[in-house]
């Protein structure tokens, strides 16, 4: 699977791989390789990119068109 979302959105904000790798704390030729799809994204990346872009994990995966995040999770009251 080719990751075009998840390069797009970094291109939209004028973001080098070097720099979103250093928010996410990964090397930028294993995330050069998650963009091109040669590696699948681990989860926890998934997550830390779908809260920097403040969007869903679908989305970036092209599961729905909705950009808009879905509402956080309440929380239970013990």
Avoid: W
Avoid at 1 to 13: G, L, P, S
Avoid at 20 to 47: H, M, V
Avoid at 62 to 68: E, F, I, L, P, S
């Amino acid at each position: 699977m080719v990751y075009e979302r998840i390069r797009n959105m970094r291109e939209d904000k004028d973001l080098s791989q070097e720099k979103l790798c250093e928010y996410l704390n990964c090397k930028q030729r294993t995330y050069s390789d998650y963009e091109r799809g040669k590696l699948d994204i681990p989860t926890a990346l998934l997550i830390a990119l779908a809260d920097f872009h403040q969007t869903s994990i679908d989305y970036l995966l092209g599961r729905t068109d909705q950009k808009m995040p879905y509402p956080p999770h309440a929380k239970k009251r013990s």
